[in-house]
């Protein structure tokens, strides 16, 4: 898109929303966004830009990580949606740091953070009051990411949500690859419980934020599940009638798993997820992970 097609939309009086990060789960919020918004989707990729076309958005290409490309965005839309993940590397977020120069004053801006910035747990149960305790440089990107927004908000006279999610997963995001290898999972005694929302679910969630939270709140955007780290990988494979993952002492399993993957399987929480139902007024779609399972292979079955 060229400076003149933004001049020109600017001018328009149809509220204008800018998604950084379109995603899989920013397609999922396209349909239900674009009727009421003038939709702006950011991405690096130029390949991505009749897709994201069709799917209603005006697309804009631009690179998170240089403040003079993301320059011309200031000003462009008066509520935004932060999808777009942290750097690789580091213990901040350099790209959320970049794009407050440009975020709009007094405006509305919903960020998909992570619960990993809870740390470990111990599988107990907790709300959006717990402090954050991040244990690795990937959550500690997070919370960077968190406190840096909430600064922008209060100097800026903004709304922020933010919604710490956990793991995502939708027909095409389930760990059916890893099954297939056979990766080792903990055995129970060792397990850790984890937390899942459908990526479906999490748009809506996204959505619904962009009305109805209250300023500079955190939300939990989690299902109903209650489920440990291996009982999901259970339930996926006798979903999809796979072998079931072998379960191994955690000690036999930290030689076998990369440190990446290890790191998912030190930390043990269980989320409340009330306040996105009170205050949001979130009915979940797939509120438990075994409903979205059914779903998906009721067509394999009836064939």
């Not at 989320?271 to 992970?289: D, F, M, P, T």
């Amino acid at each position: 898109m060229k400076n003149n097609e933004i001049k020109f939309a600017r001018k328009l009086r149809r509220p204008r929303l800018l998604i950084l990060g379109c995603g899989d789960v920013g397609m999922r919020l396209l349909p239900l966004v674009r009727r009421q918004f003038r939709v702006f989707a950011v991405t690096s990729q130029a390949s991505r830009c009749e897709e994201l076309r069709a799917a209603g958005a005006v697309p804009l290409i631009a690179n998170l990580d240089e403040p003079a490309a993301i320059a011309r965005l200031a000003g462009l839309a008066s509520y935004v949606v932060h999808l777009a993940p942290p750097p690789s590397e580091g213990q901040e977020d350099r790209r959320t740091r970049n794009l407050t120069a440009i975020l709009p004053h007094g405006g509305m801006l919903v960020y998909i953070s992570t619960t990993g910035v809870y740390g470990d747990c111990g599988g107990a149960w907790i709300d959006e009051t717990r402090a954050v305790d991040p244990r690795n440089a990937r959550a500690k990107r997070r919370v960077d990411a968190e406190r840096v927004l909430r600064g922008w908000a209060r100097r800026s006279g903004s709304k922020l949500a933010i919604l710490r999610v956990p793991g995502i997963y939708a027909q095409d995001r389930l760990p059916l690859e890893r099954l297939n290898k056979g990766t080792p999972a903990l055995r129970d005694e060792d397990d850790v419980y984890t937390n899942h929302i459908h990526a479906d679910d999490l748009a809506r969630i996204a959505a619904l934020s962009l009305f109805r939270a209250k300023a500079c709140r955190v939300y939990h955007a989690v299902d109903d599940s209650d489920l440990k780290m291996g009982e999901y990988f259970d339930a996926v494979a006798d979903a999809f009638r796979l072998p079931r993952a072998p379960r191994l002492p955690r000690e036999e399993l930290s030689r076998a798993v990369s440190p990446v993957l290890l790191s998912f399987m030190s930390e043990s929480r269980r989320l409340k997820n009330e306040r996105i139902k009170a205050e949001l007024g979130v009915r979940l779609r797939y509120s438990h992970v075994s409903e979205a399972l059914a779903r998906m292979t009721r067509p394999a079955e009836a064939s």
